[in-house]
């Protein structure tokens, strides 16, 4: 295939989004995209290239004290007749467009565009970002290359509508359950109701006031909710199990642990099985390139309220966040889109950032 990225596509962050958007890279099928971001990067002198399946590191070497890494995946969700790229005035539509092929368009233009950074930097674009995280080129190469990402700080270019969302909120599901003594129903006093039961747990739900935690300056608002019941034998049988599946959206001062014992403890007397949980990350704003990079963005921060990638840089000790020029209402929509003067503001942005 010809390589559409051209030097004057790769000019342009608006055309270069639209040309990104049009090689369709449904998650595992990033083959392609990847094959044409990696020939740009190789043809382009000051930036030392490497691969890990369809994942593609590019970074300079210039002997700065710090580094940064500017990241982004290449994959999006399924196509839902929405490709190529359509635009409609400031508004360009596509699978993609938001979520984030437009921060990748971002990054991919400065790799090319800025060979004397005030910081080193790694451009990082990564496959399965959409799917099941064994196959996350991110969580994939911070096991089997952590030096590829080693660095001070980093920016994560998912979709946020132009503003500074800081780490992100950890999420944990558990089980908790209720026990009974099964009975036939016509003689319901012989039993014990494993569902009524349930009531208790529900009431605690009902009840809690969820937190709001306020870090540097970032307000994180918790959330923890019944997502699923499940009980009942036949119409004819006292049940005696009735399981409660809980999702709980925690602060990132809460550490994984603290918050399943924060659980333990509000559902105290009942049985509670941890299912997952995945920790949150802080906002991490108090390194340099961090605050230099929020005042070349102009606005204050916000905390991220879902799970973003942001915490695997956090657990790799880098404080990271989230900016990009999607609108993440729309991102995996039909009529997913991205505001096209988002997208000039962002590369604006980030250049002003790391021009010297
Ligand atoms: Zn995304």
Redesign the pocket.
Known sequence: MTNPLTPAVLSDPVELTRVLVDIESVSLHEKDITDCVEQVLRAVPHLRVERLGNTVMARTELGRAQRVVLAG?LDTVPIADNLPARVDGEIMYGCGTS??KSGVALALQLAVALPEPRYDVTYFFYEA??IDSVYNGLNLVSKSHPDWLAADFAVLL??THGVVEAGCQGTMRVLVSTSGKRAHSARSWRGVNAIHAAAGVLDRLAAYEARQVVIDGCAYREGLNAVRINGGIAGNVIPDRCEIEINYRFAPDRSVEQAEAHLRELFDGYEVTLVDAAPGALPGLGAAPAQEFVAAVGADPIGKLGWTDVSRFAAMGIPALNFGPGDPNV?HAVDERVEIPLIRQGAATLHRWLAT
């Open positions: 995946h979520d984030m970002e959409e998912e979709p991102a």
